[in-house]
């Protein structure tokens, strides 16, 4: 609805400014706002308009249609202030003669945009934030990330969302922030100035006076300004308002640490139901709901890059003689994925390429060797070892890539590569000299090994470990003051040890590959649900047997058979376990026999066989004690009393359960051993009624299994104490241990889940 206002007579004021007052205000008393809620819905500050009503400030016509189009005025009254603007006399400052212009030079939005709306809105609220005062705040608003994860047509969707809050127009400009010349700001405030109306004769050619121009023609109008693909913060300085209501819009590879008071927003691949709703929106649901399979392995490769999902999109509909399948099979080769992201003058590997030609040669490096490090991520002192640099030096180029988002920011120390960027990373590394290349190899591999050794001794100091050569000068592997530190830094390189052995093989490197499967045995056995165990020790055996090798074959035999019973998997951890110890007795290895032992007897406890195993038990036991090997005849004790236990004789599974627990804490074993074996005690104890010890040795138990993350025996701990809390009468304590213990059993699909199911089913009655 439109709002009519009659001339007032100009109260106040004089001559033409004085009449403009005084119609200004009465169009506002008309809709009945006071002067602040005119400045809050125009976006004009409540000074500003006090100034006008009362005749000692001359308006500029895009304050006028500010206010005008915020009360809704009819076209005749709007037409009343623009005259009393434009009287003859009125005007006596710099600008004048410039016509009014209203830019509107934003791209078109995309009809397809998907997904995205949190940060969407997001970016919304900032843009039409109306702050006002005295001098109301330029807010700017940068958006930053990878190549090709969307940021100019997440900046434009946004911009189109808020264009009735701006109107007074638009700027967009591509500063070429990628290319070796980027657009220069001189440039660029030129065209800005004859965009919002400078006669181009009237433009200055001193690049300071330039943008003094252009922060005058902003000061009183509401304009979005979107600087699309910056270099730096020094290209756009000179292209930000001074103040007043107008907006920045800004996107670039850079994070812009120069940029002071931005309002900063990285922007990250899409989500998988994101991901898969584009597909979805550029070849139809049918498509996709005809092979779902393929689909997904389709948007696997892409990675969740907007970009490449929009290429592989218009690959399909381009070719509706190839299925889903088609395409999936086509990205499913490392090597001609990027021929295939490529459509026309849109291709995956330009957008990463022009990142990548403008970093300086250490740079350029860095990143082509990273591509070859395994595992998901790599940590700072990988990648030192890979690039053969001091940690310092290393740091600096990790950071620097980041900053351009070749790399990102995996955890305190440790960084990814998009597994696109990888892709590419790995085909520039072809520029890299090959034997440059296997050396870079032979380095990280080499720090891993020694690195993994060492935490191997702190995690289990009395098993046999590998007899490695002296460390080369210039490998400096880490070092662990403890058990707690060896195992944080194996939990948090597991999967890239386990994906470094598996490139090892692959790449010849047979020996160092069984020798890293060997320092693994400590973080599989204290945390089992460690992926790629078996895979592991399947590659072990394999490089072994390439090498002829028996006494590595038999070792990595032993561990894989260990693998498989941890995994339900009998008959192979059997098959595994036998032939093991037929090498080690055909090698005269006595210890290693008494380790194939232990773990088959281990296997037939598991298999209900108690019977069977304890003369393989006694057995392992009387070897480790005859040859001082303390920590190991602890664990065939501890299992000597698993055995007795499950046939049902209890005070010698006590006994045996009370002698590992000495034979640990001679060997000065760590915690983990013994807070195993302590819940062992505890529980055989309330088996045997004696309630009290059971609570006492379960209370010492929790506190060392919870703390080193032993969820098992963590679990058996808490049941204990359940049952001496039901034993004392206190039902609500009994309960909840239970139920703890319960919770714990379920997610690790452990065996005595369903019997303390039972247990709280049968209390509950009485609880």
Same mark, same amino acid.
């Given at each position: ?275 898969? #709703? ?19 392995? #389709? ?24 299925? *889903? ?28 390429? *022009? ?36 940690? #310092? ?375």
């Amino acid at each position: 609805m439109r709002i009519s206002c009659s001339r007032a007579r100009p109260d106040r004021g004089a001559g033409a400014l004085g009449e403009f007052g005084s119609l200004l205000r009465a169009c506002r008393l008309k809709v009945g706002w006071t002067q602040e809620h005119l400045a809050e819905r125009s976006g004009v500050s409540n000074h500003a308009i006090s100034m006008l009503e009362s005749g000692r400030r001359r308006p500029r016509l895009s304050t006028v249609s500010r206010l005008a189009e915020a009360m809704a005025l009819e076209a005749t009254d709007r037409d009343r202030l623009v005259s009393a603007v434009n009287t003859p006399g009125s005007a006596a400052r710099p600008g004048v003669g410039i016509p009014p212009s209203r830019p509107a030079e934003l791209q078109a939005d995309l009809h397809d945009f998907t997904g995205r709306s949190a940060v969407t809105e997001q970016l919304a609220s900032m843009l039409q934030d109306t702050a006002t005062g005295p001098v109301p705040p330029v807010v700017l608003t940068a958006i930053s990330g990878t190549g090709g994860v969307g940021k100019t047509t997440l900046a434009v969707h946004v911009a189109h969302r808020v264009l009735r809050s701006f109107p007074d127009g638009q700027l967009q400009v591509d500063l070429q922030g990628t290319e070796a010349e980027p657009t220069a700001p001189h440039d660029v405030l030129a065209r800005f100035l004859r965009a919002l109306g400078m006669a181009p004769e009237q433009i200055p050619v001193d690049a300071d006076e330039r943008a003094a121009r252009y922060r005058s023609l902003l000061a009183d109008r509401r304009v979005l300004v979107f600087l699309d693909n910056v270099k730096d913060a020094a290209q756009i300085r000179p292209l930000l308002p001074g103040a007043g209501c107008s907006r920045v819009l800004i996107t670039s590879r850079s994070t812009l640490p120069g940029l002071d008071g931005a309002a900063r927003l990285t922007l990250d691949v899409l989500e998988a139901e994101e991901a898969s #709703a584009l597909l979805r929106r550029i070849i139809g649901d049918a498509i996709v709901d005809a092979e779902p399979d393929a689909a997904a392995d #389709a948007l696997d490769a892409c990675a969740g890059l907007p970009l490449a999902i929009r290429l592989a999109g218009s690959r399909l509909v381009a070719r509706p003689d190839w299925s *889903v399948r088609d395409l999936a099979g086509l990205l499913a080769d490392e090597n001609r994925r990027l021929n295939v992201l490529r459509v026309e003058d849109r291709a995956v590997r330009a957008t990463f390429a *022009v990142s990548y030609r403008n970093l300086p040669p250490d740079q350029a490096r860095a990143f082509r060797l990273l591509g070859s490090s395994p595992g998901p991520t790599t940590s700072l002192g990988a990648a030192a070892a890979l690039l053969g640099l001091p940690m #310092a030096e290393t740091s600096r180029l990790l950071e620097d890539l980041a900053a351009t988002y070749l790399i990102e920011h995996a955890g305190v120390g440790r960084f990814r590569q998009h597994d696109l960027i990888r892709v590419y990373a790995v085909e520039c590394a072809a520029e890299e000299p090959s034997g440059d290349r296997d050396a870079a190899t032979d380095r990280l591999l080499s720090w891993l090994l020694y690195s993994s050794e060492a935490a191997s001794r702190r995690l289990y100091p009395g098993r046999r470990h590998l007899d490695l050569p002296s460390v080369e000068p210039t490998c400096v592997p880490m070092e662990f003051a403890g058990f707690d530190e060896a195992l944080a830094w194996s939990e948090s390189e597991g999967d890239c040890l386990v994906s470094a052995l598996t490139a090892a093989a692959q790449t010849g490197r047979h020996r160092v590959a069984w020798q890293l499967a060997n320092t693994l045995w400590e973080l599989f056995d204290l945390r089992p649900e460690q992926p790629g165990q078996i895979r592991t020790y399947e590659t072990a055996v394999a490089s072994a047997r390439t090498l002829d090798d028996p006494e590595a074959e038999s070792w990595a035999l032993n561990a894989l058979g260990a693998a498989h019973r941890a995994a339900r998997r009998v008959a192979e951890a059997e098959d595994c376990l036998l032939r093991s110890l037929e090498i080690r007795g055909r090698l005269g290895d006595l210890r290693g026999q008494a380790s194939c032992m232990g773990n088959l007897g281990y296997l037939r406890i598991d298999m209900g066989r108690a019977a069977e195993a304890l003369p393989l038990l006694e057995r392992a036991a009387d070897i480790y004690h005859s040859l001082g090997a303390i920590h190991p005849e602890g664990s065939a004790q501890l299992n000597l009393g698993e055995a007795n236990k499950q046939l049902g004789k209890l005070d010698t599974a006590l006994e045996h359960y009370q002698n590992a627990l000495r034979r640990f804490r001679e060997a000065g074993t760590e915690e983990f051993a013994i807070g195993r074996t302590l819940s062992n005690v505890a529980d055989t104890l309330l088996l045997l009624g004696r309630t009290q010890e059971a609570a006492e040795r379960a209370t010492e138990a929790y506190a060392i299994n919870t703390r080193l993350g032993n969820r098992v025996d963590e679990a058996v701990a808490l049941e204990v104490l359940g049952h001496s809390h039901a034993a004392r009468g206190d039902s609500a304590q009994a309960r909840q241990r239970w139920e703890q213990a319960c919770v714990i059993f379920r997610e690790l699909a452990h065996p005595r889940a369903a019997e303390l199911g039972e247990t709280l089913r049968a209390h509950a009655p009485q609880l």
